[in-house]
């Protein structure tokens, strides 16, 4: 994408809606008025583009791990709301009732810092451009507010009639810099859900039920069985790590 920084002064910008944890390349581009030969960035020698009087500096970099919000649903034209379900966009206050806006959408995936300005002064904007977020500028995300990153299922499968084995592994970031080591969760317990497959994950018509013999299964190779199922049907099972703080939650 294209970004316009800040000038010779501060020589510095910021990129918004990178998703966390995720290697980005970023290319910085120095547009002379004369021959650029001898420009150097960070101790490396800038390469003069063949068609063009400008110099160009290439690295990649990560992105340490974020809010729900730093990144965007991943579905075209739909907000991801907090309770799991996505929602049309077309209709600006689908999330109100299901506990406001996690995700926007792909189109605008900004979320804008004020909590009251849109969806009938209920919910966050979303803007295509940090710029688009007026004088309140995007949502920040600081330190305290990084969830608990989502387990890994590593089983699911039923071993027996009516019953379904389900295995998972806690989620760890990959940074461990002091000022991106992830969240700060305290962990209460497991919060497991399993939901007859009639409708795509993240439909609002899917009835989760929350599995209270899953919820102590600790840390340590965490996994349970649910029994009592119907025999035949197919199921959508989910997990999220509790943490005492309800924001911090996976």
Known sequence: RDVACAGWGSRSCEVHGLPPETPATFEVVLQCSGEPAGYAF?????????????????TSAAPPPGC?????????HHYLCADGSFCAAADASCCNGRDGRRQCPPEA???????????????FCCAATAAACGGSGPRRCKDGDVPAKAPQLVDFASRAPASLSVAWRPGQYNSTTATAGGSR?????????????DAPVGSPALQW??????GNAGLVDPGCV????????SYHVRVHEVCAERRRSS
């Open 42 to 58: 960070s101790s490396q020698v800038l390469e003069r583009n063949a068609t063009a009087e400008e110099a160009r500096y290439v």
């Open 68 to 76: 729900f919000w730093s990144s965007h649903s991943g579905r075209p």
């Open 109 to 123: 995936p900004i979320m804008c810092a004020h909590s009251t300005e849109c969806a009938d002064s209920r919910d």
């Open 185 to 197: 969760c305290r962990f209460v317990r497991w919060a497991v859900e399993i939901a007859v497959a």
């Open 209 to 214: 039920s929350l599995r209270r013999e899953c």
């Open 226 to 233: 649910i029994e009592g199922l119907a025999t035949e049907t």
